[in-house]
C-alpha cells in the first residue's frame, strides 16, 4: 500500500504547473517518502529487522490480480536485497531536489524526477515479471525527457541513443522473461493463471527453479537455462552497463542535466546489477556458473578498460561517467568471484557507489554551471575562487578512489578479499589480481590529475575562463552545499559504520548461498 | 618473555578504555577547526587569541600526549602488550570454502606493544611540539592569513590518522590510517594550492605513495587468507603455532611480506619509489617536519618492524632470508644514493630531505639485518643468539627514535632560519622601498629570492644562536657524533650490517653502503651547517636576520635536550632496545646501570672485529666527512660578529681548516656525475616522462578507441538500420500498383509459407 502510493504521488504531481509549489510539493512527498523508508529501516512501520529473512521471502508483500487469465499480479514486496536500493532511491530523491533548486521549466522537471524515481522503486519492489518490465520501460521515458529537454547541445542524439540503445537491450530481455513464462510446467505453481496455466510471479518461479536446481539438475535443461541466462543478462549488462555496451552512459551523461545524471548513475544503473541478482542469478544458478568466467572477463574488462579510458578525457563529465563504468565492473567482478563476501561486495558497491557518484555528478553540475565548461583545465584556482565546489569536489573524488573510512573503500576491500579467496581456493590464475592492482593505481592517477587542473594551480592572477565572459566567479549555491554536504555526511556514514547497511546485505548474500549455491555444489542434500 | 613477538601476556590496564581518544579527539578536532575556521574567518579574536585554530589543535595534541604519556607509563613494567577490550565492528562478511560458509568480521581495536610505545610516543611528542612550531611559524606569515584554519585541521586530522596506525590492532587498520596520513600529505603538501609546483608535488607525493600501496594492499589479502584474520595478536600467535604452520606455505608468505614491503618501500621514500620526498618539500615547513620527516615517512618502518614476529618464528627459520636480504639491500642503495644527491643541493629543505631519506635507508638496512639474524639464528632458546637479535632489532627502531627526534628539530631549525630570512629580506625592501620610493621594486624582487637556498645563507651562527645549537646538534645526532642521539643507534646498525654480512655474502653490499653512507652523512649534514652558520654572509639579507618567537624556540629547546639525552632513554629501556628487561626506571637495575651498559656496548665490546668496526665507522663519520666539509665551505664569521661559548670551537677550527686546507672544487662540481646528482639522477625526468608518454600516450589511444571502434560499431549499427528503413521507406511509393504487386507477393509468400509447414 505504501509503495503503491509513491508511485502515484509521483504520477499526480505531473499536471501542476506552478513551480514554486510544484517544487515544494515534489520536496515533501519525496521527504515523506524517505521518512517512510527510513522508518522502515528502524522498525517504525513494520516490525521488520531485515535480517534472517530467509531467501526468496519478502516483508511488506502486497498483491491484487491484474490480469488473471495470463496469471500476472500486482505483486509488491522487499527483502534485504531490494531494500537497501529503494532507501537509496529516495535518500537521493529529496537530495536531488536539494541540489538542482533552481533547474528552469521546474514544473515539469521536478515532477519527472519523482516519476522517475517512482518508476525506479517500482522496479525494486515488483515480485511480478510483467510488473517488473513494465516498471523497467517505464524508468526510461522521464529519463528520455530529462534528457531532451533540460540536456546539454547533442541532447537529442543522446536521448536518442540511450532510449533506442537499452531499450533494444530490454526487448531482448523481454524475449527471454517471455520464454520464461511458457516453458513453465502449466499449472505447476500455485498462482498459475486459469487460460495459460502459467504465472508472473518472481518469488514462485524461483521456488520452482530452486527446487529443481539441485546437484547436477538443471531447471529447465542445462540448454535452455544458459540460452535464458545469456539473455536476460543482456538486458541486465546494458544497464549496468558493462564493456561492450557502455557507451550510451557517456554520451547520456554528458548531455543530461545534473538531476538526471544523478538519478541515471545513482540508481538507474544499479537496476541492472539489481536484476541480475534478482532473476538470473536466483533462476539459472547453473548458468551462472558456466557462465563465471565469461562475467570475470566482462568485468575484468569494464573495470580497466573504464579507468584507462578515464585517463585519457578531457571532459570533466565524461571522466566521471566512465568512472561509473569501472565501478561497475566491481559489481559483476564480485559476483563472478562466488563468494558470499563477493556478493556482498558488489551489493555494498551498488548502495556505496548509490551515494558517491551523485556527489560526483552534483559536484560536475555545479562546475558546468558556474564556469559554463566541462574541460578539465577551464577553471583553475578553484580553492580559491570556489572553495565549497573545490572542497565537495575532492571530498567526492577521493570517496570515488576508494578512499579508506568512506564508503567506496569498503566495497573495494571486499572485492579485493573475495577475489583473493576465489584464487586460493577455487584455483584461478594469480594474474586475476593485477586488473584491481592496476585500476587501484589508475583510479587515483586520473582523479588526481583532474584536480591537480581543477582545484589546484591558478594562483592570485587567475584570470576567470573565457566561457565565464569577464563575469566574477561565484561559489556554489546554499542549495547545493546542503546537498553536497548530506551526501558527504552519508558516504562517512556508511564508510566508517558500513555495517547499517552491510549487515542486511551479508544476511541476503548468506541466505542466497545456503538456498541457491550450496544445493547446487552439495548435490541433492 | 621474548620481545617482538609480545603475545604472551595480555594485560588489561584501566586506561586502556581512554586509549580510542587519543586517535578520536584529533579526529573530532578536524572537522571543529574546519567550521569555526570558516565561520569566524577575520575575526580578531579567532586570529589573534586563537591562532586560527592553532590553539584548539594545540589543546587536542596536548590531551593525546597525557593520555598517551599514561598508557605508556603503564607500559614501561614489561615486555607484555594490552589489548584493548574495545570492540567496534566494522563490517561482517563470509566466505565460502570447500563446502563451508565461514563467517569472518573486521573489528578495530587497540594494541599496545613495545614497538607502539616508542612510536606513540614519538608521534604524540612530536605532534604536539610540531604544533607550537606551527603557531610561531604558520600564523606570522601574512601569506598564510585567514587560511590558517585550513592547516590546523589538515594538521590535526593527520596527528589522528598517525596516531590511529600505531594504535590500530591489526593491519587492516594499519592501512586504512595509512591512507588517511596519505591524504593529509597530499592536502598539505598541496597547502599553497595556487603554485603549480606544490600541485605537481601534491599529486606525486599520493600517485607515488598509491603505487606502494597496490601492492600493500593484495598482500594484506594473501596475509588475511593465509590466517584467517589481519588482528596481530592472531597472526602472531598463529606463526608460533605449529600445527598452524605446517598448513602454511613459507613462500606465499614471503610473497605477501614482500609485497607489503614495497608498500612500506612507497611510504618511507626508498628506492625506487623515493621521487616524491623531496618535492614534498613544497609544503609548509611545519608539515616537512612532521610529515616528511618525523612521523609519516616512519610509517612505512613501523610496517616493516611489525612483520618481526613471522622471521622470528621457528617455524619459518631461514624461509624468509631473500626478504631480509632484499629489506636491507633496499636500505642500503637508498642511503648512498640520496646521500650523495644530498652533497650538491642548495636548498636548505632539500638537503634535508634527502637526509631524511637516507637515514630511513639506514633503519630499513637494520631492520633487514636483524630480520636476518632472527630468521637464521635459533634466538628464542639460545640466550646468545637471542641477545644478538635484540640487540640488532632494537638498534634500527632505536634509530628511528633518534632520527624523528633530530629530524624533527632540524627542519624546525631550518623552518625557523627560513622564516627570518624571508622576514630580514621583506624588512630590507621595505626600507628599500621608504628610501626610493619604487613600489614594484620589492614584488620584482619576491621572485627572484629564495629564501630556502643556502647560497643567500651563511654566517648565522651569531645571529640566530638557539637557532645554530638546535641545528648543530641536531645535524650531529644525524651523523652519528659519539655520544650525541644517533651515534648510539647508528653504531648498532653498522655492527650488525656487518655481523650479518659474515654470514652471509649477499649482505656485503648494504654493509658496505652503509658505512660509506656514515662518511657521506658526515659530510653533507656538515656542509649543510656550515653553508648556512659559518662563514660571512653570502647576500645582504643574512647580514640583517634577527632572532625567532617564543612559539618557535620553544620546541628547539625541548628537542635539543631529547636528542642529547638519547642515552638516558636508552638507558631507562624506554622501549626495550636494550637486551632484557631488567633495565628500567622501574626495574630493579636503575638508570646509571643501563647507561654503563649502553656506553660499554657501543664503545668496548669484546670482539676484536667489531672494535675495530666501531673505530673505522667513528673515523670516517665523524673525522672524514666533515673534515672535508669544513675544508670547503664556511671559514671566518664576519668581524665583530659573537657567538655562544659552545658554538666557538667549531667556529674555530671551521675557520683554520678552511684557511688551511681549503681547495678548488669546480673540477668535481662541474663534472658530469655531480651533474646528474643535481638531477637526481634524472629518476623523476625518466618517470615523468613514463608517465606522459607511455601511460598519458596509452589512455589517450584507448579513449579514441573507445570513441571510434566501440562506440563506432554502434554508430554503424544505428547508420546501418537507417538507410534500411530508407530501403523500406522508399517502397512506400504511393503508386497502387506497386501495392497490388506487394500485396500478391506477400499472399503468395504466406501461402507458401503455410504449406511448407503444413
Same mark, same amino acid.
Not at chain 1, 546537498?483 to 548468506?510: K, N
Not at chain 2, 609546483?197 to 594492499?217: E, N, P
Given at each position: 500500500?505504501?509503495?503503491?502510493?509513491?508511485?502515484?504521488?509521483?504520477?499526480?504531481?505531473?499536471?501542476?504547473?506552478?513551480?514554486?509549489?510544484?517544487?515544494?510539493?515534489?520536496?515533501?512527498?519525496?521527504?515523506?517518502?524517505?521518512?517512510?523508508?527510513?522508518?522502515?529501516?528502524?522498525?517504525?512501520?513494520?516490525?521488520?529487522?531485515?535480517?534472517?529473512?530467509?531467501?526468496?521471502?519478502?516483508?511488506?508483500?502486497?498483491?491484487?490480480?491484474?490480469?488473471?487469465?495470463?496469471?500476472?499480479?500486482?505483486?509488491?514486496?522487499?527483502?534485504?536485497?531490494?531494500?537497501?536500493?529503494?532507501?537509496?532511491?529516495?535518500?537521493?530523491?529529496?537530495?536531488?531536489?536539494?541540489?538542482?533548486?533552481?533547474?528552469?521549466?521546474?514544473?515539469?522537471?521536478?515532477?519527472?524526477?519523482?516519476?522517475?524515481?517512482?518508476?525506479?522503486?517500482?522496479?525494486?519492489?515488483?515480485?511480478?515479471?510483467?510488473?517488473?518490465?513494465?516498471?523497467?520501460?517505464?524508468?526510461?521515458?522521464?529519463?528520455?525527457?530529462?534528457?531532451?529537454?533540460?540536456?546539454?547541445?547533442?541532447?537529442?542524439?543522446?536521448?536518442?541513443?540511450?532510449?533506442?540503445?537499452?531499450?533494444?537491450?530490454?526487448?531482448?530481455?523481454?524475449?527471454?522473461?517471455?520464454?520464461?513464462?511458457?516453458?513453465?510446467?502449466?499449472?505447476?505453481?500455485?498462482?498459475?493463471?486459469?487460460?495459460?496455466?502459467?504465472?508472473?510471479?518472481?518469488?514462485?518461479?524461483?521456488?520452482?527453479?530452486?527446487?529443481?536446481?539441485?546437484?547436477?539438475?538443471?531447471?529447465?535443461?542445462?540448454?535452455?537455462?544458459?540460452?535464458?541466462?545469456?539473455?536476460?543478462?543482456?538486458?541486465?549488462?546494458?544497464?549496468?552497463?558493462?564493456?561492450?555496451?557502455?557507451?550510451?552512459?557517456?554520451?547520456?551523461?554528458?548531455?543530461?542535466?545534473?538531476?538526471?545524471?544523478?538519478?541515471?548513475?545513482?540508481?538507474?544503473?544499479?537496476?541492472?546489477?539489481?536484476?541480475?541478482?534478482?532473476?538470473?542469478?536466483?533462476?539459472?544458478?547453473?548458468?551462472?556458473?558456466?557462465?563465471?568466467?565469461?562475467?570475470?572477463?566482462?568485468?575484468?574488462?569494464?573495470?580497466?578498460?573504464?579507468?584507462?579510458?578515464?585517463?585519457?578525457?578531457?571532459?570533466?563529465?565524461?571522466?566521471?561517467?566512465?568512472?561509473?563504468?569501472?565501478?561497475?565492473?566491481?559489481?559483476?567482478?564480485?559476483?563472478?568471484?562466488?563468494?558470499?563476501?563477493?556478493?556482498?561486495?558488489?551489493?555494498?558497491?551498488?548502495?556505496?557507489?548509490?551515494?558517491?557518484?551523485?556527489?560526483?555528478?552534483?559536484?560536475?553540475?555545479?562546475?558546468?554551471?558556474?564556469?559554463?565548461?566541462?574541460?578539465?583545465?577551464?577553471?583553475?584556482?578553484?580553492?580559491?575562487?570556489?572553495?565549497?565546489?573545490?572542497?565537495?569536489?575532492?571530498?567526492?573524488?577521493?570517496?570515488?578512489?576508494?578512499?579508506?573510512?568512506?564508503?567506496?573503500?569498503?566495497?573495494?576491500?571486499?572485492?579485493?578479499?573475495?577475489?583473493?579467496?576465489?584464487?586460493?581456493?577455487?584455483?584461478?590464475?594469480?594474474?586475476?589480481?593485477?586488473?584491481?592492482?592496476?585500476?587501484?593505481?589508475?583510479?587515483?592517477?586520473?582523479?588526481?590529475?583532474?584536480?591537480?587542473?581543477?582545484?589546484?594551480?591558478?594562483?592570485?592572477?587567475?584570470q576567470p575562463p573565457a566561457s565565464m565572459k569577464g563575469?566574477?566567479?561565484?561559489?556554489?549555491?546554499?542549495?547545493?552545499?546542503?546537498?553536497?554536504?548530506?551526501?558527504?555526511?552519508?558516504?562517512?556514514?556508511?564508510?566508517?559504520?558500513?555495517?547499517?547497511?552491510?549487515?542486511?546485505?551479508?544476511?541476503?548474500?548468506?541466505?542466497?548461498?545456503?538456498?541457491?549455491?550450496?544445493?547446487?555444489?552439495?548435490?541433492?542434500? | 618473555?621474548?620481545?617482538?613477538?609480545?603475545?604472551?601476556?595480555?594485560?588489561?590496564?584501566?586506561?586502556?578504555?581512554?586509549?580510542?581518544?587519543?586517535?578520536?579527539?584529533?579526529?573530532?578536532?578536524?572537522?571543529?577547526?574546519?567550521?569555526?575556521?570558516?565561520?569566524?574567518?577575520?575575526?580578531?579574536?579567532?586570529?589573534?587569541?586563537?591562532?586560527?585554530?592553532?590553539?584548539?589543535?594545540?589543546?587536542?595534541?596536548?590531551?593525546?600526549?597525557?593520555?598517551?604519556?599514561?598508557?605508556?607509563?603503564?607500559?614501561?613494567?614489561?615486555?607484555?602488550?594490552?589489548?584493548?577490550?574495545?570492540?567496534?565492528?566494522?563490517?561482517?562478511?563470509?566466505?565460502?570454502?570447500?563446502?563451508?560458509?565461514?563467517?569472518?568480521?573486521?573489528?578495530?581495536?587497540?594494541?599496545?606493544?613495545?614497538?607502539?610505545?616508542?612510536?606513540?610516543?614519538?608521534?604524540?611528542?612530536?605532534?604536539?611540539?610540531?604544533?607550537?612550531?606551527?603557531?610561531?611559524?604558520?600564523?606570522?606569515?601574512?601569506?598564510?592569513?585567514?587560511?590558517?584554519?585550513?592547516?590546523?585541521?589538515?594538521?590535526?586530522?593527520?596527528?589522528?590518522?598517525?596516531?590511529?596506525?600505531?594504535?590500530?590492532?591489526?593491519?587492516?587498520?594499519?592501512?586504512?590510517?595509512?591512507?588517511?596520513?596519505?591524504?593529509?600529505?597530499?592536502?598539505?603538501?598541496?597547502?599553497?594550492?595556487?603554485?603549480?609546483?606544490?600541485?605537481?608535488?601534491?599529486?606525486?607525493?599520493?600517485?607515488?605513495?598509491?603505487?606502494?600501496?597496490?601492492?600493500?594492499?593484495?598482500?594484506?589479502?594473501?596475509m588475511w587468507d593465509m590466517f584467517g584474520s589481519l588482528?596481530?595478536?592472531?597472526?602472531?600467535?598463529?606463526?608460533?603455532?605449529?600445527?598452524?604452520?605446517?598448513?602454511?606455505?613459507?613462500?606465499?608468505?614471503?610473497?605477501?611480506?614482500?609485497?607489503?614491503?614495497?608498500?612500506?618501500?612507497?611510504?618511507?621514500?626508498?628506492?625506487?619509489?623515493?621521487?616524491?620526498?623531496?618535492?614534498?618539500?613544497?609544503?609548509?615547513?611545519?608539515?616537512?617536519?612532521?610529515?616528511?620527516?618525523?612521523?609519516?615517512?616512519?610509517?612505512?618502518?613501523?610496517?616493516?618492524?611489525?612483520?618481526?614476529?613471522?622471521?622470528?618464528?621457528?617455524?619459518?627459520?631461514?624461509?624468509?632470508?631473500?626478504?631480509?636480504?632484499?629489506?636491507?639491500?633496499?636500505?642500503?642503495?637508498?642511503?648512498?644514493?640520496?646521500?650523495?644527491?644530498?652533497?650538491?643541493?642548495?636548498?636548505?629543505?632539500?638537503?634535508?630531505?634527502?637526509?631524511?631519506?637516507?637515514?630511513?635507508?639506514?633503519?630499513?638496512?637494520?631492520?633487514?639485518?636483524?630480520?636476518?639474524?632472527?630468521?637464521?639464528?635459533?634466538?628464542?632458546?639460545?640466550?646468545?643468539?637471542?641477545?644478538?637479535?635484540?640487540?640488532?632489532?632494537?638498534?634500527?627502531?632505536?634509530?628511528?627514535?633518534?632520527?624523528?627526534?633530530?629530524?624533527?628539530?632540524?627542519?624546525?631549525?631550518?623552518?625557523?632560519?627560513?622564516?627570518?630570512?624571508?622576514?630580514?629580506?621583506?624588512?630590507?625592501?621595505?626600507?628599500?622601498?621608504?628610501?626610493?620610493?619604487?613600489?614594484?621594486?620589492?614584488?620584482?624582487?619576491?621572485?627572484?629570492?629564495?629564501?630556502?637556498?643556502?647560497?643567500?645563507?651563511?654566517?648565522?651562527?651569531?645571529?640566530?644562536? +638557539? =637557532?645554530?645549537? /638546535?641545528?648543530?646538534? #641536531?645535524?650531529?645526532?644525524?651523523? @652519528? &657524533?659519539? %655520544?650525541?642521539?644517533?651515534?648510539? $643507534?647508528?653504531?648498532?646498525?653498522?655492527?650488525?650490517?656487518?655481523?650479518?654480512?659474515?654470514?652471509?655474502?649477499?649482505?656485503?653490499?648494504?654493509?658496505?653502503?652503509?658505512?660509506?653512507?656514515?662518511?657521506?652523512?658526515?659530510?653533507?649534514?656538515?656542509?649543510?651547517?656550515?653553508?648556512?652558520?659559518?662563514?660571512?654572509?653570502?647576500?645582504?639579507?643574512?647580514?640583517?636576520?634577527?632572532?625567532?618567537?617564543?612559539?618557535?624556540?620553544?620546541?628547539?629547546?625541548?628537542?635539543?635536550?631529547?636528542?642529547?639525552?638519547?642515552?638516558?632513554?636508552?638507558?631507562?629501556?624506554?622501549?626495550?632496545?636494550?637486551?632484557?628487561?631488567?633495565?628500567?626506571l622501574l626495574s630493579e637495575k636503575n638508570l646509571f646501570?643501563?647507561?654503563?651498559?649502553?656506553?660499554?656496548?657501543?664503545?668496548?665490546?669484546?670482539?676484536?672485529?667489531?672494535?675495530? +668496526? =666501531?673505530?673505522? /665507522?667513528?673515523?670516517? #663519520?665523524?673525522?672524514?666527512?666533515? @673534515? &672535508?666539509? %669544513?675544508?670547503?665551505?664556511?671559514? $671566518?664569521?664576519?668581524?665583530?660578529?659573537?657567538?655562544?661559548?659552545?658554538?666557538?670551537?667549531?667556529?674555530?677550527?671551521?675557520?683554520?681548516?678552511?684557511?688551511?686546507?681549503?681547495?678548488?672544487?669546480?673540477?668535481?662540481?662541474?663534472?658530469?656525475?655531480?651533474?646528474?646528482?643535481?638531477?637526481?639522477?634524472?629518476?623523476?625526468?625518466?618517470?615523468?616522462?613514463?608517465?606522459?608518454?607511455?601511460?598519458?600516450?596509452?589512455?589517450?589511444?584507448?579513449?579514441?578507441?573507445?570513441?571510434?571502434?566501440?562506440?563506432?560499431?554502434?554508430?554503424?549499427?544505428?547508420?546501418?538500420?537507417?538507410?534500411?528503413?530508407?530501403?523500406?521507406?522508399?517502397?512506400?511509393?504511393?503508386?497502387?500498383?506497386?501495392?497490388?504487386?506487394?500485396?500478391?507477393?506477400?499472399?503468395?509468400?504466406?501461402?507458401?509459407?503455410?504449406?511448407?509447414?503444413?
Open positions: 500500500m505504501i509503495l503503491l502510493a509513491f508511485v502515484s504521488n509521483g504520477n499526480a504531481r505531473m499536471r501542476a504547473r506552478l513551480v514554486g509549489p510544484v517544487r515544494m510539493a515534489c520536496l515533501v512527498f519525496s521527504l515523506l517518502m524517505l521518512v517512510l523508508t527510513t522508518g522502515m529501516f528502524f522498525r517504525y512501520f513494520g516490525d521488520v529487522t531485515w535480517m534472517d529473512i530467509g531467501f526468496n521471502e519478502y516483508e511488506f508483500e502486497h498483491k491484487y490480480t491484474w490480469v488473471e487469465s495470463l496469471g500476472i499480479n500486482w505483486a509488491v514486496g522487499l527483502d534485504a536485497l531490494s531494500f537497501p536500493m529503494v532507501w537509496l532511491t529516495t535518500f537521493l530523491l529529496p537530495v536531488t531536489i536539494i541540489a538542482t533548486w533552481n533547474e528552469k521549466h521546474g514544473a515539469t522537471y521536478f515532477p519527472l524526477l519523482l516519476m522517475m524515481g517512482g518508476a525506479l522503486i517500482g522496479v525494486f519492489v515488483s515480485l511480478d515479471l510483467f510488473m517488473f518490465y513494465v516498471f523497467w520501460e517505464l524508468t526510461l521515458i522521464p529519463m528520455f525527457f530529462l534528457i531532451l529537454k533540460w540536456g546539454g547541445k547533442d541532447r537529442k542524439y543522446a536521448s536518442q541513443k540511450f532510449f533506442i540503445y537499452t531499450f533494444t537491450a530490454s526487448v531482448v530481455m523481454l524475449l527471454g522473461l517471455i520464454t520464461l513464462y511458457f516453458l513453465q510446467d502449466p499449472y505447476s505453481l500455485a498462482s498459475s493463471g486459469t487460460m495459460t496455466g502459467r504465472s508472473f510471479s518472481i518469488p514462485e518461479l524461483i521456488d520452482n527453479a530452486r527446487a529443481n536446481n539441485i546437484g547436477d539438475n538443471w531447471y529447465l535443461g542445462a540448454q535452455m537455462q544458459k540460452i535464458l541466462f545469456v539473455m536476460l543478462m543482456i538486458g541486465f549488462l546494458v544497464k549496468l552497463p558493462a564493456v561492450p555496451f557502455h557507451t550510451w552512459l557517456p554520451d547520456a551523461h554528458v548531455q543530461a542535466p545534473t538531476g538526471g545524471s544523478m538519478l541515471l548513475a545513482g540508481v538507474m544503473l544499479k537496476m541492472g546489477a539489481y536484476g541480475m541478482f534478482r532473476l538470473p542469478i536466483s533462476l539459472f544458478p547453473h548458468a551462472l556458473y558456466h557462465f563465471q568466467l565469461a562475467l570475470m572477463i566482462i568485468g575484468m574488462v569494464s573495470l580497466v578498460w573504464g579507468a584507462i579510458v578515464c585517463l585519457g578525457q578531457t571532459n570533466l563529465k565524461k571522466m566521471v561517467a566512465y568512472s561509473s563504468v569501472s565501478h561497475m565492473g566491481v559489481i559483476l567482478i564480485g559476483i563472478a568471484t562466488m563468494q558470499p563476501m563477493g556478493w556482498a561486495a558488489a551489493l555494498f558497491m551498488m548502495f556505496a557507489h548509490g551515494i558517491i557518484s551523485p556527489m560526483l555528478f552534483a559536484v560536475c553540475g555545479a562546475f558546468k554551471h558556474h564556469y559554463h565548461s566541462m574541460e578539465i583545465g577551464a577553471m583553475r584556482g578553484m580553492a580559491k575562487h570556489s572553495p565549497w565546489l573545490a572542497t565537495s569536489m575532492m571530498f567526492a573524488w577521493m570517496a570515488s578512489l576508494g578512499l579508506p573510512l568512506l564508503a567506496g573503500f569498503v566495497a573495494e576491500i571486499m572485492m579485493l578479499i573475495a577475489l583473493w579467496k576465489m584464487i586460493s581456493v577455487d584455483g584461478w590464475s594469480i594474474w586475476w589480481m593485477v586488473g584491481p592492482a592496476l585500476v587501484l593505481a589508475l583510479t587515483a592517477a586520473y582523479y588526481l590529475w583532474s584536480m591537480q587542473r581543477t582545484i589546484f594551480e591558478g594562483g592570485e592572477d587567475t563575469h566574477a566567479i561565484p561559489d556554489i549555491s546554499n542549495s547545493e552545499k546542503f546537498a553536497m554536504l548530506i551526501l558527504a555526511l552519508f558516504t562517512i556514514i556508511f564508510g566508517v559504520l558500513p555495517w547499517i547497511a552491510l549487515d542486511m546485505m551479508d544476511d541476503w548474500t548468506i541466505q542466497a548461498f545456503e538456498g541457491l549455491i550450496i544445493p547446487l555444489l552439495k548435490g541433492g542434500a | 618473555m621474548v620481545a617482538g613477538t609480545g603475545t604472551d601476556t595480555i594485560i588489561d590496564s584501566e586506561l586502556m578504555q581512554f586509549a580510542p581518544l587519543i586517535i578520536l579527539l584529533p579526529m573530532l578536532a578536524f572537522p571543529v577547526i574546519l567550521f569555526l575556521g570558516r565561520v569566524f574567518n577575520r575575526n580578531p579574536f579567532w586570529k589573534d587569541t586563537m591562532k586560527e585554530g592553532g590553539i584548539i589543535a594545540l589543546v587536542v595534541m596536548a590531551s593525546s600526549l597525557i593520555i598517551s604519556l599514561l598508557l605508556i607509563k603503564d607500559h614501561l613494567g614489561g615486555f607484555a602488550s594490552m589489548k584493548d577490550s574495545v570492540d567496534f565492528l566494522w563490517l561482517n562478511s563470509s566466505v565460502y570454502e570447500s563446502g563451508n560458509l565461514t563467517s569472518i568480521s573486521f573489528g578495530f581495536g587497540i594494541y599496545i606493544d613495545h614497538i607502539t610505545v616508542m612510536l606513540l610516543f614519538v608521534a604524540s611528542f612530536l605532534c604536539l611540539l610540531i604544533n607550537i612550531f606551527s603557531i610561531g611559524y604558520m600564523n606570522t606569515d601574512p601569506i598564510n592569513d585567514n587560511r590558517n584554519h585550513r592547516f590546523y585541521a589538515e594538521f590535526v586530522l593527520f596527528c589522528s590518522g598517525m596516531l590511529g596506525m600505531v594504535l590500530a590492532d591489526s593491519f587492516l587498520w594499519l592501512f586504512i590510517f595509512w591512507e588517511i596520513m596519505g591524504l593529509c600529505s597530499y592536502l598539505l603538501i598541496g597547502f599553497y594550492y595556487e603554485k603549480p609546483s606544490a600541485a605537481y608535488a601534491a599529486k606525486k607525493a599520493f600517485l607515488t605513495t598509491r603505487i606502494g600501496d597496490v601492492f600493500l594492499i593484495i598482500g594484506l589479502v594473501m588482528d596481530y595478536d592472531v597472526i602472531f600467535s598463529a606463526v608460533e603455532d605449529e600445527t598452524f604452520m605446517a598448513g602454511v606455505s613459507s613462500s606465499t608468505l614471503q610473497w605477501a611480506l614482500g609485497l607489503m614491503f614495497i608498500g612500506a618501500v612507497g611510504k618511507s621514500a626508498q628506492f625506487p619509489l623515493h621521487v616524491w620526498l623531496p618535492d614534498a618539500m613544497e609544503g609548509p615547513t611545519p608539515v616537512s617536519a612532521l610529515i616528511h620527516a618525523a612521523t609519516m615517512v616512519n610509517a612505512g618502518l613501523y610496517l616493516v618492524a611489525r612483520m618481526f614476529p613471522f622471521f622470528g618464528s621457528e617455524y619459518l627459520q631461514h624461509d624468509l632470508v631473500d626478504l631480509a636480504f632484499i629489506i636491507a639491500l633496499i636500505g642500503g642503495i637508498t642511503a648512498v644514493m640520496a646521500a650523495a644527491i644530498a652533497f650538491v643541493q642548495h636548498d636548505l629543505k632539500k638537503v634535508l630531505a634527502y637526509s631524511t631519506m637516507s637515514q630511513l635507508a639506514y633503519i630499513f638496512t637494520g631492520l633487514g639485518c636483524a630480520m636476518f639474524l632472527a630468521n637464521t639464528l635459533d634466538w628464542q632458546t639460545d640466550a646468545d643468539a637471542h641477545y644478538i637479535v635484540i640487540v640488532a632489532f632494537g638498534a634500527a627502531l632505536f634509530h628511528l627514535f633518534n632520527h624523528a627526534m633530530a629530524k624533527g628539530m632540524l627542519f624546525m631549525a631550518s623552518g625557523s632560519v627560513i622564516h627570518e630570512v624571508h622576514h630580514a629580506h621583506h624588512h630590507l625592501h621595505h626600507h628599500d622601498d621608504h628610501h626610493d620610493d619604487h613600489g614594484d621594486h620589492d614584488e620584482g624582487h619576491e621572485e627572484e629570492f629564495d629564501a630556502q637556498s643556502m647560497d643567500n645563507m651563511g654566517g648565522l651562527a651569531s645571529k640566530m644562536p +638557539l =637557532t645554530a645549537t /638546535a641545528m648543530l646538534v #641536531g645535524s650531529a645526532s644525524i651523523m @652519528g &657524533l659519539p %655520544l650525541i642521539g644517533g651515534f648510539w $643507534s647508528k653504531e648498532g646498525i653498522i655492527a650488525n650490517a656487518w655481523r650479518v654480512a659474515l654470514e652471509d655474502p649477499r649482505f656485503f653490499l648494504p654493509a658496505m653502503c652503509v658505512l660509506v653512507g656514515a662518511a657521506m652523512t658526515g659530510f653533507y649534514m656538515s656542509r649543510m651547517w656550515l653553508k648556512t652558520f659559518a662563514g660571512k654572509p653570502k647576500t645582504e639579507v643574512a647580514a640583517h636576520v634577527g632572532q625567532t618567537n617564543t612559539w618557535i624556540k620553544i620546541p628547539l629547546f625541548v628537542l635539543t635536550f631529547v636528542t642529547l639525552s638519547a642515552i638516558l632513554f636508552a638507558g631507562m629501556g624506554f622501549t626495550h632496545w636494550a637486551p632484557d628487561s631488567e633495565y628500567g646501570d643501563g647507561i654503563a651498559y649502553e656506553m660499554s656496548h657501543a664503545f668496548a665490546n669484546g670482539d676484536t672485529f667489531f672494535f675495530i +668496526l =666501531t673505530y673505522v /665507522a667513528i673515523a670516517i #663519520g665523524a673525522v672524514l666527512g666533515p @673534515g &672535508l666539509a %669544513l675544508s670547503l665551505y664556511g671559514g $671566518s664569521l664576519a668581524e665583530g660578529e659573537k657567538v655562544k661559548p659552545w658554538m666557538k670551537p667549531i667556529i674555530r677550527l671551521n675557520a683554520w681548516v678552511y684557511d688551511r686546507y681549503n681547495f678548488d672544487n669546480q673540477a668535481i662540481a662541474n663534472s658530469g656525475l655531480s651533474r646528474a646528482l643535481e638531477n637526481r639522477l634524472y629518476f623523476d625526468h625518466y618517470y615523468d616522462m613514463a608517465m606522459l608518454k607511455i601511460v598519458a600516450g596509452f589512455s589517450d589511444k584507448s579513449a579514441e578507441t573507445d570513441k571510434n571502434v566501440v562506440d563506432g560499431v554502434i554508430k554503424k549499427i544505428e547508420t546501418g538500420t537507417q538507410s534500411i528503413s530508407k530501403v523500406v521507406r522508399s517502397m512506400t511509393t504511393g503508386s497502387a500498383r506497386d501495392y497490388i504487386l506487394m500485396v500478391a507477393v506477400g499472399t503468395l509468400g504466406i501461402f507458401f509459407l503455410l504449406w511448407g509447414v503444413a
